[in-house]
């Protein structure tokens, strides 16, 4: 069985002074839940991307009568999409490795040197491990 361990979790009362809970899980905050939607948005959007990329990667048949400049062109138009699904897959495996990770206590912070993660940088990079200063 594994154990939870505690979390303090900082709140401030309506008299304006902070107060400290004792908790086995993280509170969600409504950045918190931002982030995770994003995370979950741009799964979805990246696995329609892979499915498009797929199809566009089809092999071109020879019976297609298209001229050799044109089949030229489809090759290495093919050859990009190929890189882009690359690309898109490398992605999807990120975010999918981002959104088990964001309810843990480490979560937005930066990978390298400790420092939290701007929630700018999150909403616009997910599946960023690094701050601004160290993904340079």
């Known amino acids: 069985m594994a154990v939870t361990p505690p979390f303090f ?5 309506k008299s304006g002074n902070y107060i400290f809970i ?13 982030i995770e939607e994003k995370i979950k948005s741009e ?28 089949r030229m062109d489809a090759i290495v138009s093919k ?3 190929e890189a882009a699904l690359r690309q898109a897959e490398e992605k999807l495996k990120q975010l999918k490795e981002v959104i088990l990770k964001v ?4 979560f937005c912070k930066c990978a390298k040197c400790g420092k939290t993660i701007p929630l700018g940088r999150i909403l616009l990079v997910p599946q ?9």
């Open 22 to 34: 004792k908790t086995t899980a993280l509170l969600k905050t409504p950045e918190h839940q931002q």
């Open 128 to 136: 960023s491990v690094y701050c601004v200063n160290c993904a340079k």
């Open 103 to 106: 309810d843990d206590k480490d």
């Open 43 to 70: 799964i979805g959007k990246t696995e329609q991307a892979i499915i498009e990329y797929k199809e566009m990667t089809q092999p071109i048949s020879p019976e297609n009568a298209i001229g050799r400049i044109s």
């Open 79 to 81: 050859s990009v999409v």
């Open 9 to 13: 979790c900082r709140l401030k009362s």
